[in-house]
Each structure stands twice: as C-alpha cells, then as structure tokens.
C-alpha cells in the first residue's frame, strides 16, 4: 500500500482534457515539493513534473501540475495516443524515519 | 548531458547479495549538490525509493530496506553502487539508477534517471 493514493487507472479520448490525483499528508505533500513521472511501456520513467507545477526542458505545454493542501494533480490537454502510459507522483516524506515516497501509479489509456 | 547506465547480474540466488553498479558519464559524480539514488520496481508494480548517497559518502535509505542496504560512491571511477543482502524473490524487480535534486532538507525530484536492469532472484 503505497504512502501516496493514486487512480489505477483514468481513460479519456484523443484531444480530450484528463486529471490524475495523488493524494497524501501533511508529512510528505502538505510540505514537499511534488514530482510527476511518465513511464512509457518498456522504459524506464522520465521526469514530468518538478516542484509541483514546473516542467523540465522539452515537455510541452499540455502537461500540467498543481498542488493544493495534501493533494497535487497531474493534467494533461490534447491527449495524444503516445500520452498512454503510466504516471507516477512523487515526493519526500519528511516523518521521522525521513524518506521518498511514489505514488502507485496511473494507468492512462487514451481510447 | 548527463547519463547514466546500471551494470551487474542479472541473476542472483536466494540468501545472497545483490550487486550492482552505476556508471555516470556526461558530469562527474563529485559535482558539488549532487547525491545519486536507486529505485526499483516489481514486475508490473509500482516504484520503491531504495536509497540515495551524496560523493562525500553520506547516505539516506528507506526504512523497510535499510537493514540490508548498502549504498556506496567511487569517485574515482565515477560511478555508485547498490547491494542488498538476503535476497528473496520480492526483490526480483528492474533496478534504476537516478539523481535525486536535493533541497535544503528534503529530495524534490528525480532526473535523469538509467535505462534500468532487470534482477531475477532464483535458484
């Protein structure tokens, strides 16, 4: 059971707008910094997201991030059949055995 | 640009020690803020932070692994290792090699991150 609560799974079609959730407390999200990761099937996972809603060189536009008390949210616009993936939150967890947490992951199919 | 790219074997027998190793090329692993990490992930599971280390040696693990966990930096080789002790099969997972991006008390991100190699463990 992961420290972080994410959907199994969101769908939506081509073009179309989706949000993931990921939810946690007030030791890690409440007063960390959230990442995103995509993880292409067969690849190893690439960086999204960083301090909650900043995007590394090279991701477009059309992904999103946010935070908002103990809950951050991954959006993504003009779904594309390559966005299928999936996608995980992350962040540190800063109780007293201090440690990173992820998410369990998203799974996104684009229908 | 910076790379990274794990090595070791592929298959380790239940009761030993998991080893492996991470090349960084593109920067050198003593580069002032830098610590460098391992996550891994179960076959068709979600990832697991095992552990992360800065040049100077210092090292934070997560806590249900800590016991077998050990995680160590050659600068002169320019790479960071992994060994994980008493291995089971709930370690069979694909290990990854990252840098973590630290803040004045925290990690906040991961990137970039090795291609990641699988470990099988069985007899």
């Known amino acids: 059971q992961s420290v972080l609560t994410q959907p199994p799974s969101v769908s939506a079609a081509p073009g179309q707008k989706v949000t993931i959730s990921c939810s946690g407390s007030?030791?890690?999200?409440?007063?960390?910094?959230v990442s995103w990761y995509q993880q292409l099937p067969g690849t190893a996972p690439k960086l999204l997201i960083y301090e909650n809603n900043k995007r590394p060189s090279g991701i477009p536009d059309r992904f999103s991030g946010s935070k908002s008390g103990t809950s951050a949210t991954l959006g993504i616009t003009g779904l594309q059949t390559g966005d299928e993936a999936d996608y995980y939150c992350g962040t540190w967890d800063s109780s007293l055995s201090a440690h990173w947490v992820f998410g369990g992951g998203t799974k996104l199919t684009v229908l | 640009q910076l790379q990274l790219q794990e090595s070791g074997p592929g298959l380790v027998k239940p009761s030993e020690t998991l080893s492996l190793t991470c090349t960084v090329s593109g920067g050198s692993i003593s580069s002032s803020s830098y610590y460098w990490g391992w996550i891994r992930q179960p076959p068709g599971k979600g990832l697991e932070w095992i552990g992360s280390i800065y040049y100077s040696g210092s090292t934070y693990y997560n806590p249900s692994l800590k016991s077998r966990v050990t995680i160590s930096v050659d600068t002169s080789k320019n790479q960071f290792s992994l060994k994980l002790s008493s291995v089971t099969a709930a370690d069979t997972a694909v290990y990854y090699c990252?840098?973590?991006?630290?803040?004045?008390?925290?990690?906040?991100?991961?990137?970039?991150w090795g291609q990641g190699t699988l470990v099988t463990v069985s007899s």
């Open positions: 007030s030791s890690n999200i409440g007063n960390n910094y």
């Open positions: 990252a840098r973590p991006r630290a803040g004045s008390s925290s990690f906040n991100w991961f990137d970039p």
